[in-house]
């Protein structure tokens, strides 16, 4: 099955900075590549998804680049606000037809 | 246009009881998937249907099942409850089931189930 690993576990920054979160894969029959944002007491919701036949996709202030040699890909969110607070997890689905989700990346946005 | 409501939000249960949840599609969506989130698994993927069928199941004991009715409606049980089940349970809708296309997850708000 796929083994996902996502770094960094936590992310504190200062509003107006950057962050960068990365998701490491194994399947290399995966082929969407989705980043999921779940904030308090509700379920995650997408935010941005990647297919292997690009390499980067840009939505406003939120940006995914996929490296499929190495099999990751990484989540950039620029001029960050406080809103961004919430967990993240990149998703990979499988060869089998289902989203792996990462362990999650709890990000922290400071005014 | 409705999201995906999961019904009860809340609930308490005792080991060794069961317990059903409730999901509610989006209208349209015949995918219906299952996730179990805890702190240490993270997110975990139970089963999916599509068209009232089983079409993809993780790796959880036959304690775990679930159904999906001809309205795209899902319910899944679990019996003889542990403490290890306590968790919030998610389900989400999509268009096209996962073998098929990949798509977005619409996810609702959860089920948290607390077993003492």
């Known amino acids: 099955g796929e083994n996902v690993e996502q770094h960094p576990s936590t992310l504190s920054v200062q509003e107006g900075d950057s962050a960068v979160i990365k998701c490491t894969y194994s399947d290399s029959a995966s082929n969407y590549f989705p980043w999921y944002k779940q904030e308090l007491g509700k379920g995650p919701q997408l935010i941005i998804d990647i297919r292997s036949n690009v390499g980067e996709k840009k939505d406003q202030r939120i940006a995914v680049t996929l490296n499929k040699t190495a099999k990751h890909f990484s989540l950039h969110i620029t001029e960050t606000q406080p809103e961004d607070s919430a967990v993240y997890f990149c998703a990979p689905w499988d060869s089998w037809g289902k989203l792996q989700f990462g362990a999650g990346t709890q990000v922290v946005v400071t005014p | 246009k409705a999201g995906v409501t999961q019904t009860p939000r809340y609930l308490i249960k005792t080991r060794g009881q069961q317990v059903t949840l409730s999901c509610s599609p989006i209208s349209g969506h015949r995918s219906v998937s299952w996730y179990q989130q805890t702190p240490g698994q993270g997110l975990q993927f139970l089963f999916e249907?599509?068209?009232?069928?089983?079409?993809n199941k993780g790796n959880f004991p036959g304690r775990f099942s679930g159904r999906q009715f001809s309205n795209s409606r899902s319910e899944m049980n679990v019996s003889t409850l542990e403490l290890g089940d306590s968790a919030l349970y998610l389900c989400?809708?999509?268009?096209?089931?996962?073998?098929?296309?990949?798509?977005?997850?619409?996810f609702g708000e959860g089920s948290r189930l607390t077993v003492l």
């Open positions: 249907y599509f068209s009232e069928t089983q079409r």
């Open positions: 989400a809708s999509s268009l096209k089931t996962g073998t098929v296309n990949t798509g977005e997850l619409f």
